[in-house]
Structure formats: structure tokens, C-alpha cells
Nanobody, 115 residues
Framework: QVQLVESGGGLVQPGGSLRLSCAAS????????MGWYRQAPGKERELVAV???????NYADSVKGRFTISRDNAKTTVYLQMNSLKVEDTAVYYC?????????WGKGTLVTVSS
């Protein structure tokens, strides 16, 4: 089994920054993809950024140039540095790990961007 625990969410003013972390534990295969998705109220969950164990990345157009995804050397923790935050970035942010044909999700962390 795989467990994912997110941290780092909170309330921030527009233009501010936050850093999310997601730590994976359990049966982690060395080849996997970890990433972040978000779900705003009344909207569907959407991809924010993902990173493979080979360090290739994919970002949503709406966050390119503002958000940066990274992973630790052990490939069990993924980070999301969020800069120049906008009100429309408000959402619950979920961490996902994909390996061996399965997806594992964290419980989510709330990010609120408001003045």
C-alpha cells in the first residue's frame, strides 16, 4: 500500500507564495510519477503539475511560469512551489502518485488566495 500526506496549504494574499509538500510512504516503486492536482468549488479536479522519476515535467498552462514542481532524490517526496498566487488558484490541492498501473491520492490540502 501507498500513503500520501500533503502539507503546506493555507491562506495567502494575492501575489504571495506557498510551498506544498507531499510525502509518500509504503511500497514505492522507483519508477513512478508524482504530481499535484486541484479542485476548486463547483469545478472538476484538474492537473496542476506532474513530474516523473526521470524528472520530466508537465504543467497546466494556467500555472506555467508561476509554479514549480520538484522531487527529492529518493523520489518519495514531491513539492510544489507556488508564486504570484491568484484568487483563481484557490482550491483543494491533491497529491497523486502513479506507479505500476495504479493511482494513489492524498487527502488534499486547502489553498485559499484572498485579500
Amino acid at each position: 500500500q501507498v500513503q500520501l500526506v500533503e502539507s503546506g496549504g493555507g491562506l495567502v494574499q494575492p501575489g504571495g507564495s506557498l510551498r506544498l509538500s507531499c510525502a509518500a510512504s509504503g511500497s514505492i516503486f522507483r519508477f513512478n510519477t508524482m504530481g499535484w492536482y486541484r479542485q476548486a468549488p463547483g469545478k472538476e479536479r484538474e492537473l496542476v503539475a506532474v513530474m516523473s522519476s526521470g524528472d520530466s515535467t508537465n504543467y497546466a498552462d494556467s500555472v506555467k511560469g508561476r509554479f514549480t514542481i520538484s522531487r527529492d532524490n529518493a523520489k518519495t517526496t514531491v513539492y510544489l512551489q507556488m508564486n504570484s498566487l491568484k484568487v483563481e488558484d484557490t482550491a483543494v490541492y491533491y497529491c497523486k502518485l502513479a506507479q505500476l498501473g495504479k493511482d494513489y491520492w492524498g487527502k488534499g490540502t486547502l489553498v485559499t488566495v484572498s485579500s
